[in-house]
C-alpha cells in the first residue's frame, strides 16, 4: 500500500521561502509524482509536477519561477521549494501521482502572511 507523508509546511512572511518534503513509501519509482495545494475554500489544483518519464518538470503559471520540485531517489522523496512566497500560496499542499491518484496524505499546511 502506497504512503503519502508531507512535511515542512509552516508559517512564514510573504517573500520567505519553505521547503515541503513528501516521504513516499509502497512504490520505487517516484518519476511521476506532483505537488497539489488547496486553498481555503477552493478546490485542489497541481502546481508542480515531473512529466514525460521524469525528465520535465510542469508548474501552473502562478507559481513559475517561485517553485521547483526536486526528487531524490535514493530516499524515495520529493521535495518542493517555495521562495518568493505569497499570501496567495497559502493552502495544504499535498504530493501524489496524477495518473495514478494513491490515497492522499494528511498534508502540510502552508501560510503565508502579508
Known amino acids: 500500500q502506497v504512503q503519502l507523508v508531507e512535511s515542512g509546511g509552516g508559517l512564514v512572511q510573504a517573500g520567505g521561502s519553505l521547503r515541503l518534503s513528501c516521504a513516499v513509501s509502497?512504490?520505487?519509482?517516484?518519476?511521476?509524482m506532483a505537488w497539489y495545494r488547496q486553498a481555503p475554500g477552493k478546490q485542489r489544483e497541481l502546481v508542480a509536477a515531473?512529466?514525460?518519464?521524469?525528465?520535465?518538470?510542469n508548474y501552473v503559471d502562478s507559481v513559475k519561477g517561485r517553485f521547483t520540485i526536486s526528487r531524490d531517489n535514493a530516499k524515495n522523496t520529493v521535495s518542493l521549494q517555495m521562495n518568493s512566497l505569497k499570501p496567495e500560496d497559502t493552502g495544504v499542499y499535498y504530493c501524489?501521482?496524477?495518473?495514478?491518484?494513491?490515497?492522499w496524505g494528511q498534508g502540510t499546511q502552508v501560510t503565508v502572511s502579508s
Open positions: 501524489n501521482s496524477p495518473r495514478a491518484l494513491y490515497s
Open positions: 515531473f512529466t514525460s518519464g521524469g525528465t520535465n518538470t
Open positions: 509502497g512504490i520505487t519509482v517516484i518519476n511521476a
